[in-house]
């Protein structure tokens, strides 16, 4: 069964501080990765999108990496802030036309000042 | 572009009502996909749609539900009759063709069947 397991399940930080996220999934056949950002009360919004040939990519503080080998991705945040508190879901798609997603239950991350 | 436009944001209604959620996707898109977001489960596809045409709706949780999308600029999710563990945030995306092409989201109906 496809499956995308994240971690931590809650976080807090400090403002101005780093944090990592994982995300670990065993979706086959695998098409591409996606990091989504949610807000409270708002739907999920795109931060990255990786295919297996993609090892890193990054959109502002965030920054994706992607091992296709070990299965595993991880979401880094830089230099937090108030407005990064949120969930963050990891996202894995599978198969040719890259249609069938398969979420993880997602990291609620606070930043405290 | 607006984005994803979904009505209404809030629905409060009484076990056994009809309700009909609203979705205008972003002007382009082929997918629209309906999803269940909640607590327990995370997020659920029910529905999903390639220019206008049912794709899979195997994540349809029984007949009660069902989805049509007459034009590509409008989807409606309608549950008949309603029950209480229906209670949950509805979203309605959509996307461009292509395998790389993110989800857009609208931002949610809140369900509450009581």
């Known amino acids: 069964k496809n499956q995308v397991e994240q971690s931590p399940q809650s976080l807090i930080i400090l403002e101005g501080k780093n944090c990592t996220l994982q995300?670990?999934?065993?979706?086959?056949?695998?098409?591409?990765l996606r990091w989504y950002k949610q807000d409270t009360g708002r739907g999920p919004v795109s931060l990255t999108i990786?295919?297996?040939?993609?090892n890193t990519k990054s959109n502002g503080r965030y920054t994706a990496t992607l091992d296709a080998d070990t299965k595993q991705s991880s979401l880094h945040i830089t230099a937090s802030q108030l407005s990064d508190s949120a969930s963050y879901i990891c996202?894995?798609?599978?198969?040719?036309?890259?249609?069938?997603?398969?979420f993880g239950g997602g990291t609620r991350l606070m930043v405290k000042p | 572009d607006a984005g994803v436009i979904q009505s209404p944001r809030h629905e409060v209604t009484e076990m056994g009502q009809e309700v009909t959620l609203r979705c205008k996707p972003i002007?382009?898109?082929?997918?629209l996909f309906w999803y269940r977001q909640t607590m327990m489960r995370g997020l659920e596809l029910l529905i999903y749609?390639?220019?206008?045409?049912?794709?899979?709706d195997s994540g349809m949780p029984e007949d009660r539900f069902s989805a049509k999308m007459p034009n590509a600029s409008f989807s409606t999710l309608k549950i008949q009759p309603s029950e209480p563990r229906d209670s949950a945030v509805y979203f309605c995306?959509?996307?461009?063709?292509?395998?790389?092409?993110?989800?857009?989201f609208g931002n949610g109906t809140r369900l509450t069947v009581t």
């Open positions: 002007s382009g898109h082929d997918y």
């Open positions: 996202v894995v798609s599978e198969g040719d036309a890259g249609n069938m997603l398969t």
């Open positions: 995300c670990n999934y065993t979706v086959s056949p695998f098409s591409n």
């Open positions: 990786m295919t297996f040939s993609e």
């Open positions: 995306a959509s996307s461009e063709q292509g395998r790389r092409s993110p989800l857009h």
């Open positions: 749609f390639n220019n206008n045409v049912p794709i899979d």
